[in-house]
């Protein structure tokens, strides 16, 4: 069982607030760069050295001039302005989980 799996069978708004909880802290974790953190939130991860893979992460924050990754929430300005979400949530047509975007 995943560790979201237990809110699957719950409403959409509670699922959401769930979802919104786990996401904000690993995106918190990222923000902080305490990268070893985000196992804390999830049950597995299909990147085997997290730290190899925030390497290359801090290596683009400092190819694009940028000192972190925004936390969750953050407002958005992009130029040209479009429609954005910060979240979409997909629930399996087989009603087995769901996933984050």
């Known amino acids: 069982m995943g560790l979201l799996d237990k809110y699957i069978k719950k409403?959409?708004?509670?699922?959401?607030?769930?979802?919104?909880?786990?996401?904000?802290?690993?995106?918190?974790?990222?923000?902080?760069?305490?990268?070893?953190?985000i196992m804390n939130y999830v049950d597995e991860s299909e990147i085997d050295d997290l730290n190899e893979f925030f390497g290359y992460v801090e290596k683009t924050l400092e190819l694009n001039d940028f000192d972190t990754i925004d936390e969750y929430g953050v407002e958005c300005h992009f130029n040209p302005p479009y429609e954005y979400s910060q979240l979409e949530i997909y629930d399996y047509d087989d009603q087995t989980g769901f996933a984050v975007d």
């Open 11 to 37: 409403d959409e708004n509670y699922k959401k607030k769930k979802v919104i909880e786990v996401v904000s802290n690993i995106l918190t974790a990222i923000h902080l760069k305490k990268y070893e953190d």
